[in-house]
């Protein structure tokens, strides 16, 4: 099993729908996990990190359940500017280091 | 906001020469990393360093390295760069190695011809 798994997508949506992705982890000893979101040809900036008890900011909720090693984003009433890859990210062993998945592309359509 | 600088966003050299890809970050963050990133390989960790004159080697490390002599400033280097270290690089940084989430510099697209 991979250390960290997203599907790739892409996730083709109209504008006002609701998107959910999921992203598993290998090591059950992580503690942080984090959603970062990419634009073509951008570098990835942090959208959110994501909390024990899940986490809302604004049309975005990110939640993680342990039991299944798992994260997901969920997005609503999508908007044009959504549009980009979302990488999950999450933290390894002693060192701390960030794992990232190979991100999920989401295009949103008029 | 921090900040994490890379010194060039478009750099085309040619095979065999030596490259410098250089990173700052202004908020006196003591880890930084290097990462390259690939069409379906995603990101892939060259070298990381938790402080000043401490560097080690990531997932990719051949063919690079890395020099800490400050600690806002991390740099990687190609020692002989080959057409297959064709890629775009990105720098990060965190305060923190338990909670912090990582911010990017605006990477570096490398063309090695």
């Known amino acids: 099993r991979k250390e960290v798994e997203q599907d790739p997508g892409p996730f083709n949506v109209p504008e006002g729908a609701t998107v959910a992705f999921n992203c598993t982890y290998s090591?059950?000893?992580?503690?942080?996990f984090f959603w970062y979101r990419q634009d073509c040809r951008k570098e990835p900036k942090l959208l959110m990190s994501?909390?024990?008890s899940g986490n809302e900011d604004g049309r975005f909720t990110a939640q993680l359940n342990r039991a299944s090693q798992y994260i997901s984003l969920l997005i609503r009433d999508s908007k044009l500017s959504d549009s980009a890859t979302y990488l999950c990210?999450?933290?390894?062993?002693?060192?701390?280091?960030?794992?990232f998945g190979k991100g999920t592309k989401l295009s949103v359509k008029p | 906001d921090v900040k994490v600088t890379q010194s060039s966003r478009y750099l085309v050299k040619r095979t065999g020469e030596k490259v410098f890809l250089e990173c700052v970050q202004d908020?006196?963050?003591?880890?930084m990393f290097w990462y390259r990133q690939d069409p379906g390989l995603g990101l892939r960790l060259i070298y990381f360093?938790?402080?000043?004159?401490?560097?080690e080697k990531g997932d990719i490390p051949e063919g690079y390295s890395v020099s800490r002599e400050k600690k806002e400033r991390f740099s990687l280097i190609l020692e002989s760069a080959s057409t297959n270290q064709t890629s775009m690089y990105l720098c990060?940084?965190?305060?923190?190695?338990?909670?912090?989430?990582?911010?990017f510099g605006s990477g570096t697209r490398l063309t090695v011809v």
């Open positions: 908020m006196d963050h003591e880890n």
């Open positions: 994501v909390y024990s």
């Open positions: 990060a940084s965190r305060t923190d190695r338990v909670r912090g989430g990582y911010t």
């Open positions: 360093s938790y402080d000043v004159k401490m560097k």
């Open positions: 090591n059950s000893a992580s503690q942080s």
């Open positions: 990210a999450v933290n390894t062993g002693s060192q701390g280091n960030l794992i």
